[in-house]
């Protein structure tokens, strides 16, 4: 049984610092979200496009994301859910084709029937494996080509593995792909497989509102515009700097932000723990949101097996959301993911823009330049975490710390997923029992 007297500083308010945030609350405890941005969210939060404000990033939501459906049926949001099912196209040799059904992928012809047989079996075989632990011991390019063979690889799992990857693809261990296939396979529907998506009306921003009346109804204060500098425990508490000479106490703190900034502000962890947590291979994400005067060519996702082109993916998010949300407008993401020191990181917003709507052009070539409406460009900094061989042996953060008061719940604590939502919610939900019965 939690004790109310007792006090929980959460550092970072992104998604899953406010839901544990939130759960710690129901639990009986007084919480504190500190987050240093003016607003909560993180990469769930929003950005203006002309006149219309809609998700700074790509979501979606699948049938099979359990934990995130359970979270919006609490916070009354099931009404406000909108599903559609959605096609897969893919850019190869200069043409675009699609790949949505089973009849469209026989008839695929960049792959040879060989081919097609190998990645049939590796995706039906991918989903049958319980657990990625073994995966764990080889990467996924060996796993992939030892099951497809190397024709297959180049031509369809490169691609797809550069696309959330970039060129720390080579360093991903087989449980990546596991957690990949695994998601998607489950979303899908019988028969010829289709697609089926959800959106909530709104974007986030209609989540993360509802999340934040949550959190002040619970009691739970939220503190915005806020950086934790430092972090220091002792016997009287945790006190959690927030400016020069202003820190706050706590009995307990737990910081959800990125492992690298744990190590800034959390100078007292053992050099065991700053040795863990300094071996996660992070990423940087950028990612362009644009509204288009024109639809492009239906496809909610896109797959490019063209390595010259500067982003590493297409996804039309109005393949899924209806067009009227942006005054008949399509919204186009393209996302680039980074290895961290990439230079291409600098770049101007405005370069960005510009080289983006050049490559998008030799995809579709139908557009002109005055067919941008407005442009967003967002950046993440350390966020997408590489899931490396033995991942969970060599680098896996546990949630206690040395400190004894201070705990660790952040994204690099899904050791064989992806860093989607559904994950998030699932690893906020988890966390905040093992805290919430820690005795101290």
Same mark, same amino acid.
């Given at each position: 049984m939690a004790d109310p007297e007792r006090s929980v500083g959460v550092v970072g308010g992104g998604l899953l610092g406010m839901v544990l945030s939130l759960r710690l609350a129901q639990a009986g405890l007084r919480v504190t979200l500190i987050e240093g941005a003016a607003e909560t969210g993180g990469a769930a939060g929003s950005c203006a496009l002309g006149d219309h404000v809609w998700d700074r990033f790509y979501h979606v939501i699948l049938l099979s994301d359990s934990h995130l459906r359970a979270l919006l049926r609490e916070l009354g949001l099931e009404d406000r859910l909108a599903w559609g099912v959605t096609r897969t196209g893919y850019y190869t040799a200069g043409k675009l084709h699609s790949v949505s059904n089973v009849v469209e992928y026989l008839?695929?012809?960049?792959? *040879?029937?060989?081919?097609?047989?190998?990645?049939?079996?590796?995706v039906f075989y991918g989903s049958r494996i319980g657990s990625w632990r073994r995966l764990e011991k080889l990467t996924s390019v060996a796993w992939l080509k030892r099951h497809s063979g190397r024709s297959a690889f180049e031509k369809f799992w490169r691609p797809l593995?550069? *696309?959330k990857l970039g060129s720390d693809h080579v360093k991903a261990s087989a449980a990546f792909i596991w957690a990949t296939i695994a998601r998607l396979y489950a979303a899908r529907k019988t028969g010829l497989k289709k697609e089926m998506f959800v959106?909530?009306? #709104? #974007?986030?921003?209609?989540?993360? &509102?509802?999340?934040?009346?949550?959190?002040r109804d619970s009691g739970a204060e939220v503190l915005t515009g806020t950086p934790a500098r430092k972090i220091t425990s002792s016997g009287a508490g945790v006190d959690v700097e927030l400016a020069p000479g202003v820190a706050?106490?706590?009995?307990?703190?737990v910081l959800t932000v990125p492992s690298t900034r744990i190590l800034e502000i959390c100078p007292q962890l053992s050099e065991e723990e700053?040795?863990?947590?300094?071996?996660?291979?992070? &990423?940087?994400l950028l990612c362009a949101a644009f509204l288009l005067r024109k639809p492009l060519a239906g496809f909610y996702v896109t797959n490019l097996a063209a390595r010259e082109l500067p982003f590493t993916g297409i996804i039309e998010m109005t393949a899924l959301v209806d067009r009227a949300n942006f005054g008949g407008h399509a919204l186009v993401y393209l996302p680039r993911y980074l290895a961290k020191g990439d230079p291409f990181f600098l770049k101007s917003d405005g370069e960005i823009a510009g080289l983006f709507m050049a490559a998008l052009r030799t995809v579709h070539p139908g557009l002109r330049d005055d067919d941008l409406a407005a442009s967003c460009v967002s950046r993440l900094v350390d966020f997408p975490v590489v899931p490396t061989v033995d991942y969970s042996e060599r680098s896996l953060p546990p949630t206690a710390t040395s400190l004894g008061n201070v705990f660790v719940v952040n994204s690099a604590q899904i050791p064989g997923g992806t860093n989607n939502v559904n994950e998030i919610v699932g690893l906020a939900d988890r966390k905040a029992r093992e805290i919430s019965e820690a005795r101290g």
């Open positions: 008839t695929f012809p960049a792959l *040879s029937p060989v081919d097609k047989l190998r990645l049939g079996w590796t593995l550069e *696309s959106y909530v009306e #709104g #974007g986030y921003r209609t989540v993360l &509102q509802a999340l934040d009346r949550a959190l706050r106490r706590f009995d307990r703190v700053r040795t863990r947590l300094g071996s996660i291979v992070h &990423q940087d």
